[in-house]
């Protein structure tokens, strides 16, 4: 038995874009630790993608901008018991030039997948779920950068749903569900962020030890929150970000700044 004592479990997985993302390296960690996975990706390259790197683990193509497309994946899960879900979906257009052009559309569509899809898929996959399942979903460590614009808001939509998706789920079962809030990071969803790579390297010299996040320690925090080791964290977000949170006004950066001034 290893420390999370998660062999034979099975978790279902979401958003395994490619070999940069957030939940592929939370996949490694967990079929290392001898869980089993099945994953669900939006179309038929990641379909194929996830095949090729986990060519033992059922795959499924599964639209979460449509309700009728998770209908059709309950059903395909059917008598398919889990012991967690990893809930690392964004989605933004980012195609309003400031936050208060932000279109109705544009908003509704990425907090239908960044946000509700969580409480739609929780919701559809309840039956499948264990007496003691653990759902994971991935928020960001700071909702106010500018650059992030509308998804700020529906990120922190997805980050109170947390508190209420475990409220609700108490009332039947002891399925926990928690937040992974991730620093910067080098995935190919984050360098789709208008002006990111500057904001990366700003963060940087904010972090306590001066280096930025590895996505594999955000994937090991996931997966000890979808373990039995983390059995009293409910309801929470835990923040993964180097330190960053509490060094604003770190010496070093404030001094290269006020000599240009």
Excluded: W
Excluded at 220 to 226: D, G, V, Y
Aim: with cysteine; net charge neutral; aromatic share 10%.
């Amino acid at each position: 038995m290893n420390f999370l004592n998660i062999d034979d479990k099975t978790f279902f997985i979401t958003g395994v874009n490619n070999k940069k993302s957030v939940a592929f390296f939370t996949a490694n960690v967990l079929i290392e630790n001898g869980a089993k996975l099945i994953f669900s990706v939006q179309n038929e390259d990641q379909v194929n993608f996830c095949k090729k790197k986990f060519p033992d683990s059922r795959v499924l193509q599964t639209d979460l901008s449509s309700s009728e497309s998770l209908k059709s994946l309950a059903q395909s899960l059917v008598s398919t018991h889990l012991d967690g879900i990893v809930h690392s979906v964004a989605f933004a257009r980012f195609e309003s030039p400031s936050f208060h052009e932000t279109s109705f559309e544009e908003f509704s569509e990425a907090l239908k997948i960044s946000a509700y899809s969580l409480v739609e898929l929780s919701n559809i996959l309840k039956s499948n779920l264990t007496a003691n399942a653990s759902i994971v979903t991935v928020s960001i460590s700071n909702l106010r950068a500018t650059n992030y614009g509308y998804m700020g808001p529906i990120k922190a939509m997805l980050s109170s749903s947390i508190d209420y998706l475990a409220k609700s789920f108490s009332e039947f079962s002891k399925i926990r569900f928690n937040s992974v809030a991730a620093g910067p990071l080098k995935t190919s969803a984050a360098a789709g962020i208008p002006t990111y790579i500057e904001n990366y390297l700003y963060c940087e010299e904010l972090t306590l030890r001066k280096k930025n996040l590895d996505t594999l320690e955000v994937a090991n925090t996931i997966a000890f929150l979808l373990s039995p080791r983390s059995s009293g964290i409910n309801a929470s977000e835990i923040v993964v970000d180097a330190g960053m949170n509490v060094n604003y006004f770190d010496q070093s950066v404030v001094k290269s700044f006020s000599q240009n001034i």
